[in-house]
């Protein structure tokens, strides 16, 4: 008797164990603009399936204010900064009623520029219980995630004499190595670097103008670097103590914009943008020498040219948007990473953001059409779609737990939805 319930309970344990490590596979967090990992790339194993002809379901809707700030999503809590007459707001809703749990209201001190909605257009990060948050005048601040309370503030565009550039700041920070790192674009303080406890500076190095683009982890030999696109330069720092890696130049003089995220992998660096800029595949050689730009293995402006949206790599291959929002009709393409040559192409697609999980994509639009297409490098292959909104849809979505979550910009303000997911 005692060895079969021995055994029973043994065999309990067994399956508690695998409940626990189903759970621990298939439940993640999107902690930032392009998800864990910062490349659009979810953690989750299981494929995702077409939806009716009627869409996905919807979770929930709340409405927000102005800016292009992408919602991120950490355990329970789904957090959206925007702003509300003239206050930049981060609140923390429930994930699965959208209630809200918490909000912060900061002054905004942006007054415009190219573009009539005044921001903010930096999505926050959340790690280590913190939140992140880069209003459009260049203000970080730091908030506790489980209560909204703040750690601390800093008015980095001012102290650093920052400009405000097209459309104010709008380049995501990178929390690294115990720093939040920032394109500032300041004088004599292009990058900074501040504690993620304390706020303090530790470190500032370059003068390089602040972009749109968001940076990224580099892994290089045994060291992990910071990853930057700026105004007129690609390059990459030591988190701890701002020293440059490398330095190439990479960017266009006049009305342009570097907006997407720089990819690293396989001792590569992919950049992109349009504007005439065009696409760059770059070796990394070892060693570096920071004065001397990277080689190039293959570059073009009628290859991968994306406006603003980061290409995902799959199977040595980039799926991504080649053309812009406001000029012509933008494609989605699948392009091999050895030579730079287009598998594939869908005309007309329009400008997207892109989520692959496992083997698909999940993409939307900024016509607020939601795609499910299949990562296959020799054809396009749709497997369903949906119009999930009457607004427009520029900022970074996210995915976790089965739910996609969206801004939606109409008139002055926007909408923050929760689609259900087959």
């Given at each position: 008797?005692?060895?079969?319930?021995?055994?029973?309970?043994?065999?309990?344990?067994?399956?508690?164990?695998?409940?626990?490590?189903?759970?621990?596979?298939?439940?993640?967090?999107?902690?930032?603009?392009?998800?864990?990992?910062?490349?659009?790339?979810?953690?989750?194993?299981?494929?995702l399936k077409a939806w009716p002809e009627s869409g996905p379901a919807t979770a929930w809707r709340h409405r927000i204010g102005s800016g292009y700030s992408g919602p991120v999503v950490s355990g329970s809590k789904v957090i959206i900064f925007h702003r509300v007459s003239d206050m930049e707001r981060v609140e923390a809703l429930d994930s699965t009623s959208g209630k809200v749990l918490w909000k912060r209201d900061f002054k905004a001190f942006y007054r415009g520029g190219y573009n009539s909605d005044l921001g903010p257009r930096s999505t926050p990060v959340v790690s280590g219980g913190q939140i992140y948050v880069f209003g459009a005048a260049g203000d970080l601040h730091c908030l506790k995630l489980t209560t909204g309370?703040?750690?601390?503030?800093?008015t980095l565009g001012q102290d650093y004499q920052a400009p405000d550039g097209y459309f104010g700041a709008g380049s995501s920070p990178l929390v690294i190595d115990g720093h939040v790192l920032v394109n500032v674009g300041?004088?004599?303080?292009?990058?900074?670097?501040?504690?993620t406890n304390t706020g303090k500076t530790v470190w500032q190095a370059t003068q390089e103008k602040a972009s749109y683009s968001s940076p990224t982890v580099?892994?290089?030999g045994e060291t992990q670097y910071a990853l930057f696109i700026t105004r007129m330069k690609a390059l990459a720092v030591n988190p701890t103590n701002g020293k440059l890696l490398f330095s190439t130049p990479f960017g266009k003089q006049g009305p342009t914009v570097n907006g997407a995220t720089p990819l690293a992998f396989d001792n590569?660096?992919?950049?992109?943008?349009?504007?005439?800029?065009?696409?760059?595949?770059?070796?990394?050689?070892?060693?570096?020498?920071?004065?001397?730009?990277?080689?190039?293995?293959?570059?073009?402006?009628?290859?991968?040219?994306?406006?603003?949206?980061?290409?995902?790599?799959h199977d040595k291959h980039l799926f991504g948007t080649h053309?812009?929002?406001?000029?012509?009709?933008?494609?989605?393409?699948?392009v091999a990473t050895a030579s730079g040559k287009v598998n594939w192409e869908k005309p007309n697609f329009g400008v997207a953001h892109a989520i692959?999980?496992?083997?698909?994509?999940?993409?939307?639009?900024?016509?607020?059409?939601?795609?499910?297409?299949?990562?296959?490098?020799?054809?396009?292959e749709e497997l369903a779609r949906a119009n999930v909104s009457p607004g427009t849809t520029r900022s970074f979505p996210a995915l976790a737990n089965g739910q996609f979550y969206f801004r939606s910009n109409e008139g002055d303000g926007g909408t923050l939805t929760a689609l259900k997911l087959p």
């Open positions: 008797m005692q060895r079969i319930t021995t055994n029973i309970l043994c065999s309990l344990s067994i399956w508690l164990a695998l409940c626990t490590f189903t759970t621990t596979l298939t439940a993640y967090d999107w902690p930032q603009g392009l998800g864990p990992d910062r490349n659009g790339i979810s953690r989750d194993t299981q494929s309370e703040s750690v601390w503030d800093r300041g004088r004599e303080a292009g990058i900074v670097a501040v504690d580099l892994h290089h590569r660096v992919f950049l992109t943008a349009s504007y005439q800029i065009g696409a760059q595949m770059l070796e990394l050689a070892s060693p570096l020498n920071p004065a001397q730009p990277l080689k190039v293995h293959w570059s073009g402006d009628d290859i991968l040219s994306s406006q603003y949206t980061t290409p995902i790599l053309g812009r929002e406001d000029i012509g009709s933008a494609a989605l393409r699948c692959l999980v496992k083997d698909r994509f999940l993409t939307l639009n900024t016509s607020g059409q939601l795609v499910l297409i299949q990562a296959n490098t020799e054809k396009y």
